[in-house]
T-cell receptor, first 113, second 112 residues
Framework: DAGVIQSPRHEVTEMGQEVTLRCKPI?????LFWYRQTMMRGLELLIY????????DSGMPEDRFSAKMPNASFSTLKIQPSEPRDSAVYFC???????????FGQGTRLTVV | DQQVKQNSPSLRVQEGRISILNCDYT??????FLWYKKYPAEGPTFLIS?????DKNEDGRFTVFLNKSAKHLSLHIVPSQPGDSAVYFC???????????FGQGTTLQVKP
């Protein structure tokens, strides 16, 4: 397996635009997590899915953020409208069950100008 | 509310010496703990883990210690090598919710 795949690697957008980040988890993994890396909070959990169902989205900072997982091999994180303070690195990770290691993608570096 | 805390943003150690990275947590429902290593422009990679039923786990130069009564874990790297220079994240699984929560990270610099 190629591991967790995120796209794009880099995204530069203007304030107010819609941004969509994409993630393909490892095949067979049943948990998918979206994180945002910031200096203050480290890896901040935004939302996670189990068997394609969103379980906890309490980490999503605002209603401008939304995430979907239409099938076991694809998830999106959308920001609409984007703001400069959303600039960060966003990571997707997947696991095969709980209490085990999570595998991370290489991240998407988002810059909102 | 930061449930997993790494209070030291950075640590500098001489090559060959021991590196000790610390992590505190607040949720007593956390039952599995992990350490990750992250290089710039890459995703975090798994290093070592420990179940809450153990107090120590060792893998080569890396040892993780868990003190449940103090809600504290630490990662020991002996001997430290320049290639260990990276950001280290502590993480915990919450058994009652299925959440995997990370700390703020500690940047380790190992000087040759």
């Amino acid at each position: 397996d190629a591991g967790v795949i995120q796209s794009p690697r880099h995204e530069v957008t203007e304030m107010g635009q819609e941004v969509t980040l994409r993630c393909k988890p490892i095949s067979g993994h049943d948990y998918l997590f979206w994180y945002r890396q910031t200096m203050m909070r480290g890896l901040e959990l935004l939302i996670y899915f189990n068997n394609n169902v969103p379980i906890d989205d309490s980490g999503m900072p605002e209603d401008r953020f939304s995430a979907k997982m239409p099938n076991a091999s694809f998830s999106t994180l959308k920001i609409q409208p984007s703001e400069p303070r959303d600039s960060a690195v966003y990571f997707c990770a997947s696991t095969n069950g709980r209490n085990t290691e999570a595998f991370f993608g290489q991240g998407t570096r988002l810059t909102v100008v | 509310d930061q449930q997993v805390k790494q209070n030291s943003p950075s640590l500098r150690v001489q090559e060959g010496r021991i590196s000790i990275l610390n992590c505190d947590y607040t949720n007593s429902m956390f039952d599995y703990f992990l350490w990750y290593k992250k290089y710039p422009a890459e995703g975090p990679t798994f290093l070592i883990s420990i179940s809450s039923i153990k107090d120590k786990n060792e893998d080569g130069r890396f040892t993780v210690f868990l003190n449940k009564s103090a809600k504290h874990l630490s990662l020991h790297i002996v001997p430290s090598q320049p290639g260990d220079s990276a950001v280290y994240f502590c993480a915990a699984w919450a058994g009652n919710t299925g959440k995997l929560i990370f700390g703020q990270g500690t940047t380790l610099q190992v000087k040759p």
